[in-house]
């Protein structure tokens, strides 16, 4: 992974750091990964391990279709290929660390929550249509798998797509009124959806 790291960094230009910030410098001898992405160090080093020199290149700093078919070719490269991109975005995504599962159950229950519903009337509206349209969304998602996005519900005969793509741009309103009535962080939403998207078009390039 050092090595991975180093090319990286090299690749953007890292090791001409000291010139434009005199004083600055990178450590290509070291590199460190966040807590909560060490357990996939060992697992990516093993992959790593088995690319040829070229192969190697190409998979830490080559382009994204043919990092893609080093990945469909070598199967073990998933852990390699989540730190590199970790590494490339700047670990964005500390807080995705896996929950940790409390040992309590019916027969041995906890404390009562101290939580309280809200009762804000206009947060209740947000929320709530955004559940709402969430939930009609799903209802076509799920008309679209068990019958086909081109086959038309049988007593309206309206298209699956048309009742996918209303329900689409219900959501889409929904969370932009979410968005800003509760001021979540727009950046960060978007930053998080492109890095899903590249991943999911991995998982999809490799059926
Ligand atoms: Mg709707």
């Known amino acids: 992974m050092r090595k991975a790291f180093e090319m990286v960094e090299r690749d953007g230009g890292g090791h001409l750091v000291g010139r434009i910030y005199p004083g600055t410098s990178i450590n290509f001898e070291a590199f460190s990964v966040p807590e909560s992405w060490a357990q996939l160090v060992s697992g990516a080093e093993s992959g790593l391990a088995r690319l040829t020199e070229e192969d190697f290149e190409t998979f830490v700093v080559g382009e994204q279709s043919e990092q893609v078919a080093i990945l469909k070719r070598q199967g073990d490269l ?10 490339f975005d700047g670990w964005p995504s500390e807080n995705t660390q896996p929950l940790q599962v409390s040992a309590s159950n019916a027969d041995h229950p906890r404390d009562p929550n101290p939580w309280q519903p809200i009762t804000d009337a206009v947060d209740l509206k947000h929320l709530g249509k955004l559940a709402e349209e ?9 008309r679209c798998i068990i019958q086909g ?9 309206k298209l699956n797509r048309e009742w996918l793509e209303d329900e689409i741009a219900d959501v889409l309103a929904s969370i932009e009124l979410v968005i800003d ?27």
Not at 190 to 202: D, N, P, T, V
Request: glycine share 4%.
């Open 78 to 87: 998933t852990h390699a290929h989540v730190l590199i991109d970790g590494y």
């Open 134 to 142: 969430l939930g009609e969304c799903t209802s076509a998602v799920s």
């Open 149 to 157: 996005v081109d086959e038309r519900e049988p007593m309206t005969k």
């Open 181 to 207: 009535h509760f001021k979540l962080n727009s950046m960060k939403i978007i930053e998080r959806a492109e890095k899903k998207e590249r991943f999911l078009q991995q998982w999809h390039a490799q059926a």
